[in-house]
């Protein structure tokens, strides 16, 4: 190809390319008159929900006790892999997000873009105000200041009481470990949104759904990353899976 530049036969937007000319999404580069194009799936930018189920483990390779892996539930790609943004322990169900695009997955997880986290937590017992008050000023394990953004009560029968809990970082166990500090013994949790990124009630325990190119488009634009239409998934539109939140709009084509 090196050659094939040299020769003037290749061109960019009907220009001779040079060497070293960075190509974009959009541009048409032709070489001896034909247009060259990428296969769709090399270009596709995808992002995947699943509603992991209590019992899988967030890892490519099963453990030595056999466990199934989120990623053995998850459908093939051709020269790409998925990637997992965040994880989630064994014993943890809810929202877990993939995409096959690294860049967006970096900054879904890096702290710079405070993206929070939303779990629903099953608990034996009730907190007390001052309880409460500990976990948003914060409660101390091994020399580390664990606090969290909100706690809402969402009900309860009997011993069984619900608690909704809103993280800036997912520290290992941190929700379990917070909650039994204070005397409470946490008998569910569950992540039910990350940043904009909800947990579709149709999405059944263990299953995954494709996020459709809309929300696809919207999510790059809010983390600043371009995203051509070429570049956007060919999903069945379908009930958006993003709430209203900061900076986060409808995706707008150039």
């Known amino acids: 190809m090196e050659r094939c530049i040299l020769d ?4 960019v937007n009907g220009k001779i390319a040079h ?8 541009d048409r580069v032709e070489f001896n008159g034909k247009r060259i194009t990428k ?3 090399s270009k596709k930018v995808r992002v995947l929900i699943m509603n992991k189920a209590p019992g899988q483990i967030v890892s490519r390779k099963r453990d030595s006790q056999h466990r199934v892996t989120v990623f053995d539930q998850l459908p093939k790609l051709a020269n790409q892999r998925w990637i997992s943004v965040g994880r989630l322990d064994v014993a943890t169900s809810g929202l877990l997000l993939f995409t096959n695009h690294g860049l967006l997955a970096h900054r879904l997880m890096h702290p710079s873009f ?4 939303e779990y629903a937590v099953r608990v034996f017992g009730t907190l007390t105000e001052e309880q409460r008050k500990a976990c948003l000023d914060g409660v101390e394990l091994e020399g580390i200041l664990h606090r969290f953004s909100d706690i809402q009560y969402y009900g309860g029968t009997g011993s069984n009481h619900w608690y909704h809990v809103v993280l800036m970082e997912g520290r290992n166990r941190e929700i379990r470990r917070v909650f039994e500090r204070l005397g409470l013994t946490v008998s569910r949790l569950k992540r039910v949104r990350f940043g904009p990124v909800i947990l579709p009630t149709r999405l059944r325990t263990g299953k995954f759904l494709e996020v459709s190119s809309a929300d696809v488009g919207a999510l790059a634009q809010w983390l600043k990353i371009e995203v ?5 998934p060919k999903v069945k539109e379908c009930d958006s899976c993003l ?3 900061p900076g986060i709009g409808k995706y707008q084509t150039e």
């Open 8 to 11: 003037g036969r290749v061109t």
């Open 19 to 26: 060497q070293g000319q960075r190509i974009g999404e959009s």
């Open 39 to 41: 296969t769709d799936g």
């Open 114 to 117: 405070v993206i929070d986290r």
């Open 228 to 232: 051509s239409t070429t570049m956007l």
């Open 243 to 245: 709430i209203d939140y």
